[in-house]
């Protein structure tokens, strides 16, 4: 039985081995700077394959040295758009056979998927973090859109979930013309290590009253039993391997802290809270799930990222007067520093010229860019929008949505704007181009097209602003209708007449035709 399947299998791999390359594989082996390209399974693409890209560590010092970067790119088709995912982390997740990125999904589009440096399989050897800059990622992408532009010249979309969101607004800012369309998905814009927009927004603006309270009283709750939680607490962190920077009672606190955060940019029902009344290990139980300890751990899968918030990208901070009385940290202030980074890089100071640069670029520009944010994730308190009366750039705002929310979360009448505002971006380039204009030239003229506005009326509304115009087509009908019945009396009195029935008695016309030729 062993060697029937053998007999069966082999010839099968042979083939597979001996299959002759693709057009699409035959040309990215021209590419000097690409390497190591392999083929991927894929349920969504008729092509897929991961490769490495050299990238040079800084751009502006090519003497710095090099390293490889991994992309993967899924194939649909020469003559397609492309989507280009400006991953802020590790690419694991994009080498599933079933990942789909949502806009590629939505517009049958190619996808070059790019692992953020120093993530992932793209870490260079040795560890130099002074080459972690945003500025330096963003050349990064340069480098591979513009290498890739030679097998893909239909439009491109650049878009990026969270971290991967800020790359994509902070990709246009340096390099406006690289892309076509812009769509950072759930992309916080902090000003400041502790940004200071997100403790008030949490405290008054999330949810409903009724649930931020109950959130705060879980969270006092499992201060007030910290004696017999704590334990525990340091039991599960002892289990799971986890030290820290800073002893454990500070570190209960931090994560009670990080609670409120968590659940609501997560989404997490507050109907999952359990009772304050609720015993230790169901308290526990739920409160572990929604904070992990191995964020504050020396054993954080996230080091790379905690460097760029301390020197760039900016965080947020904690709230800690509601619970002062149970807290064994008298400040969080400067937490990063003194819990998530080692003491090498404690000396961080955060650089506030990227947030300067993106907020004028946003300000003095109109790129065609479409934001989407969730209205309940506490990200959005420090997202962009106050961006108002853009032309081109378009906010969206789910109302209770997580920092999961997606173009497909909202309701069907704006999913079918943005894609519809998407597509005419898309089809007015391509229109230009056709016509003989370069694509830096279709790009500048789409942006200048004139843009009208529909305001559309619902009679079940109730505003002062209705239109006046609106009160014309809603009672001009009966006016014509009065109009008709008063003419119709006058006919219809002039038949009842004696003198004109008579006559048409006399008449060689029977009753019955004259009546048919009436109606």
């Not at 009672?475 to 009195?493: E, K, Q, R, T, W």
């Not at 008579?502 to 009546?515: D, E, L």
Request: glycine residues 4%.
């Amino acid at each position: 039985m062993v060697w029937a399947i053998l007999a069966i299998l082999l010839p099968l791999q042979m083939a597979q081995a001996a299959a002759p390359p693709t057009e699409l594989q035959k040309r990215l082996q021209n590419f000097p700077d690409i390497s190591d390209i392999k083929p991927m399974q894929s349920d969504a693409y008729p092509e897929k394959y991961v490769f490495f890209i050299n990238q040079l560590l800084d751009p502006h010092h090519p003497e710095a040295g090099n390293f490889k970067q991994r992309v993967i790119l899924s194939h649909v088709g020469f003559d397609r758009p492309t989507v280009l995912v400006t991953e802020g982390y590790a690419a694991h997740y994009a080498t599933h056979p079933r990942y789909q990125e949502e806009l590629s999904k939505l517009f049958n589009a190619n996808l070059v998927f790019v692992e953020y440096r120093y993530f992932g399989e793209s870490m260079p050897k040795p560890c130099n973090w002074d080459y972690l800059t945003v500025e330096n990622s963003l050349y990064d992408l340069h480098h591979v859109t513009t290498t890739l532009k030679q097998l893909y010249d239909e439009k491109w979309i650049a878009t990026g979930i969270s971290k991967g969101g800020q790359t994509t607004m902070f990709y246009r800012t340096y390099f406006p013309d690289d892309v076509d369309i812009s769509v950072p998905y759930v992309a916080p814009l902090n000003q400041s290590l502790e940004d200071g927009r997100h403790e008030p927004f949490i405290a008054n603006k999330v949810s409903t009253p009724e649930n931020r309270k109950r959130v705060e009283n879980f969270q006092l709750e499992v201060l007030k039993r910290k004696s017999r939680l704590l334990p525990m607490f340091e039991k599960y962190c002892s289990d799971k391997g986890y030290t820290f920077r800073i002893p454990i009672a500070e570190v209960y606190d931090f994560n009670v802290l990080e609670y409120s955060f968590a659940l609501w940019q997560w989404g997490t029902p507050v109907n999952k809270i359990p009772e304050t009344n609720a015993d230790d290990h169901t308290l526990f139980k739920h409160f572990i799930a929604i904070c992990e300890p191995d964020y504050f751990s020396e054993q954080s899968p996230y080091p790379s990222f905690n460097v760029q918030a301390a020197k760039e990208l900016g965080y947020y901070g904690y709230d800690i007067k509601p619970f002062k009385k149970y807290l064994t940290i008298k400040s969080s202030r400067d937490y990063l520093h003194k819990v998530m980074l080692p003491p090498e890089l404690s000396n961080l100071k955060f650089d506030k010229t990227l947030y300067n640069k993106v907020v004028k670029f946003l300000k003095e520009n109109d790129p065609e860019m479409i934001y989407i944010y969730g209205g309940d994730d506490p990200w959005t308190a420090s997202g962009v929008t106050w961006l108002k009366n853009k032309k081109n750039i378009k906010v969206y705002v789910l109302p209770g949505g997580s920092h999961t929310t997606r173009i497909g979360s909202f309701d069907t009448d704006t999913q079918e704007e943005i894609k519809t505002q998407i597509n005419a971006w898309l089809n007015n380039v391509r229109t230009y181009i056709a016509s003989g204009f370069s694509q830096k030239e279709a790009a500048k003229a789409a942006l200048e097209q004139p843009s009208s506005r529909v305001s559309m009326y619902q009679d079940t509304e109730t505003t002062s602003e209705t239109p006046a115009y609106t009160y014309y087509f809603r009672y001009v009908p009966y006016l014509f209708l009065a109009v008709l019945c008063y003419s119709m009396g006058y006919i219809l009195l002039a038949f009842q007449k004696e003198d004109i029935q008579k006559r048409m008695q006399a008449s060689s016309v029977s009753i019955r035709r004259q009546n048919l030729e009436g109606l």
